[in-house]
């Protein structure tokens, strides 16, 4: 089997849903990855259920519309817009954070679960994840989460470790216990 086989069979169609996404994202202007299936592209993969989305801001709307009209439930949040397939496991995030609008400009292709799509440069990947990591509001399994990925990109690119918070280092280095 095929890993994106392997994906499709454990997700009940994450694969075939994720196709469906690029084909809509296609038609609506720059977008990129920027979560842990972008941190996949870098690094020895593990296993994930979400694809986090930037879009351009004001596309986002008829994104939505177009997710929902193909089967997607849409589900909207302070910070995030959410589509899922009923029966699928796979759970499409698209953020709203200004912030990340920058990566898009800097996006390269690469192949995620059998497509070729846009994906966030990873020094772009490890600021989103320490602006996540850093965020008390968010959920501590979700901050654990952002905190093994830049364990896993620190570990394939100590020069990235610069750009990383101390206490992350710190754990590379080996002074954590």
Not at 108 to 122: F, N, Q, S, T, Y
Not at 151 to 167: F, S
Request: some cysteine; proline content about 5%; glycine content about 8%.
């Amino acid at each position: 089997m095929t890993p994106e086989e392997i994906y499709e069979s454990v997700t009940n169609g994450g694969a075939s849903d994720f196709a469906t996404v690029v084909e809509i994202l296609g038609h609506r202007g720059p977008w990129c990855l920027i979560g842990g299936l972008a941190v996949n592209c870098y690094v020895e993969p593990v296993y994930t259920v979400d694809a986090d989305i930037v879009v351009v801001a004001r596309e986002l709307e008829a994104i939505a519309d177009q997710l929902g009209a193909a089967g997607f439930r849409i589900e909207r949040f302070a910070h995030s817009l959410n589509a899922r397939k009923a029966a699928g496991k796979l759970n499409v995030q698209f953020t709203q954070d200004p912030r990340y609008q920058d990566f898009l400009d800097r996006a390269k292709p690469r192949e995620v679960l059998g497509r070729m799509v846009p994906v966030a440069d990873l020094k772009d990947i490890v600021q989103g994840k320490v602006w996540a990591w850093s965020d008390g509001q968010r959920r501590l399994i979700k901050r654990k989460k952002d905190e093994l990925d830049l364990i896993r990109i620190g570990e394939a690119y100590p020069e990235l470790r610069r750009d990383m918070p101390r206490e992350i280092v710190t754990q590379l280095e080996g002074g954590a216990k």
